[in-house]
Nanobody, 118 residues
């Protein structure tokens, strides 16, 4: 599986951005896709995930109510709508996929920068 992320950019605090991630290759084995982020000087952290078949979603407490993850099974894509962005959301955002039988996200896309100015 290969992942390619799109979107990101610069936005003022309170604004919105949308990220998308397209999966290609042997996608039939994907059971979940998610978004993670890494701010400068910090470790990478979980943002949100969606289970591929059921569509159930999970969010980090820091983004609940502001971010929405969704998927398009037909297009093997996952999206992250980010609203009410704050400077602390500034980070490189990565999409990731978890394969059947895996206990961790085992495929990662390239990062995309999100910068929120105050």
């Amino acid at each position: 599986v290969q992942l390619q992320a799109f979107g990101g950019g610069l936005v003022q605090a309170g604004g919105s951005l949308s990220l998308s991630c397209a999966a290609s290759g042997r996608t039939f084995g994907v059971v979940a896709m998610g978004w993670f982020r890494q701010a400068p000087g910090k470790e990478r952290e979980f943002v949100a995930t969606v289970r591929w078949s059921a569509g159930s979603t999970y969010y980090a407490d820091s983004v609940k109510g502001r971010f929405t993850i969704s998927r398009d099974n037909a297009k093997s894509s996952v999206f992250l709508q980010m609203n009410s962005l704050q400077p602390e959301d500034t980070a490189v955002y990565y999409c990731a996929a978890k394969s059947v039988g895996s206990t961790r996200y085992d495929t990662w896309g390239q990062g995309t920068q999100v910068t929120v100015s105050s």
